[in-house]
Nanobody, 132 residues
Framework: QVQLVESGGGSVQAGGSLRLACAAS???????????VGWFRRAPGKEREGVAA????????YIAVSVQGRFTISKDNSNDTVYLQMKSLKPEDTAMYYC??????????????????????WGQGTQVTVSS
């Protein structure tokens, strides 16, 4: 089992920035030590949307077209934390943001980095609200 805890959400005005953090911890000795992490969001009345993902060592990243140029994803392997840096935020970025993880199982690439079915473990989410 991998436990994920998101933080960093809040309320900002349009054009502002936020940095979300996803801290991962392994619950048992048999928990996977190498995993992909993705960030998803769900706005009220909308489908869950994948916005970014990152490989185990942080060298491979995926950014959804809808947030390209504004969001970046990074990983600090020293503390098993993945960050989602969001800038130039828009009201349509308002959503609950979740991080998710899945074991790499020896692979380097995600086939569907923005699809929720690719991921096994999920955090509880952190709310981001952008006002106009």
């Amino acid at each position: 089992q991998v436990q994920l805890v998101e933080s960093g959400g809040g309320s900002v005005q349009a054009g502002g920035s936020l940095r979300l953090a996803c801290a991962a911890s392994r619950n048992t000795a048999s928990s996977p030590s190498s995993y992909f992490v993705g960030w998803f969001r769900r706005a009220p009345g909308k489908e869950r949307e994948g916005v970014a993902a990152i490989g185990a060592d942080g060298s491979i990243t995926y950014i959804a077209v809808s947030v390209q140029g504004r969001f970046t994803i990074s990983k600090d392997n020293s503390n098993d934390t993945v960050y989602l840096q969001m800038k130039s935020l828009k009201p349509e970025d308002t959503a609950m943001y979740y991080c998710a993880a899945r074991p790499t199982d020896g692979t380097r690439f995600l086939v569907r980095p923005f699809h929720p079915d690719e991921f096994t473990y999920w955090g509880q989410g952190t709310q981001v609200t952008v006002s106009s």
